[in-house]
C-alpha cells in the first residue's frame, strides 16, 4: 500500500494542483488530507470543489473548525485577532452554507490499513485534539504524552508545516509539511515570505517493511500571486508580498 500525505492547503488551489500532479506520478493507491484545507488563502472554494472531485478524505484541522465556528479558535489559547476574523468572514462568503456543512462534518480522524495487523491514524495536530504543536523540537516528556495510547503502526499529522519523523516507542510519527503554506519558522516576522513548494509525503508499506519519502513541488508563484490579487480578499496586497521572493523584493524597493 502507497499512501499520500497531503497537509495544510489552505485555500491554495494551485498548490492543490501542482500536488495533485506529483501525486498521480508517483502512482499512490490513497491519499489522505490532514486538514487546514481550506482557510487563509485566494481560493477556498476551488480548493474545496477540487478536493471532492479527487474524492480524498479530509480530517478536521483547526483552521477549518475556525471556519465552521470561529468561537473554537479559542481553545488553542491564542487570541483571535481582527485580520483573522476579516479573512474568515470572506472565506465563509466564498464557500457558502452547502460547502461549509460539508467541512463542519470533517472527521477528526482517518484510519487505514496499510497491511494486515498494521494501520495508518491520521489525524492534523495530534489524534486527540486539532490544535497542539508538535515539533521536532518539542521535549521527549511533551511528545510522548501527546501521542500516548495509539495503537497504530504509523501515525500521521500536519498543523506545524514542517516535514519530519519521529519515533515513540514502537509508533512512528509523520509530518509531511505543507502543501500549500510551507514557510522557515525562524525566518523575521517583519519581512515573512512563504517557500516556492508545495510539501507532501508518501508512506509505503509491503507488510514487513515501512518506507517514508518526503516530496516538495515547484509552485507557480506568479498563478498564486493572480489568483489572490483578483480574489478580492481582505490583507491581498500583504498575501501577495508574502509569496514575493526575497530577492526579487529587495530589487523593487
Known sequence: MRVGLVSDLHGNAVALEAVTADVEAAGVDRVVCLGDALQGGAEPARTFDLL???????????????????????????PITERQLE???????????????????????????????????????????????????????????????????????????????RRRGDLLWVNPGSAGLSYDHEQPEDDFRLDPWGAWAILESDGSSLRVEFRRVPLDVEA??????????????DHVRRWQPRAAAQQQV
Open 224 to 237: 498564486i500571486q493572480a489568483a489572490t490579487r483578483a480574489s478580492g480578499m481582505p490583507y491581498v496586497e
Open 87 to 165: 479573512v474568515r468572514a470572506w472565506s465563509v462568503d466564498q464557500l457558502g452554507p452547502e460547502r461549509l456543512a460539508v467541512a463542519a462534518a470533517f472527521p477528526p480522524t482517518v484510519e487505514l490499513e496499510l497491511a494486515p495487523g498494521q494501520t495508518l491514524l491520521c489525524c492534523h495536530a495530534v489524534p486527540s485534539s486539532y490544535n497542539p504543536i508538535l515539533l521536532p523540537t518539542t521535549d521527549e516528556e511533551t511528545f510522548r504524552s501527546l501521542l500516548d495510547g495509539i495503537d497504530a503502526a504509523v501515525a500521521a499529522g500536519g498543523h506545524v508545516h514542517l516535514q519530519f519523523l
Open 52 to 78: 471532492r472531485e479527487l474524492g480524498w478524505p479530509v480530517v478536521l484541522g483547526n483552521a477549518d473548525a475556525f471556519l465552521v465556528d470561529a468561537a473554537t479558535a479559542e481553545g488553542d489559547g491564542e
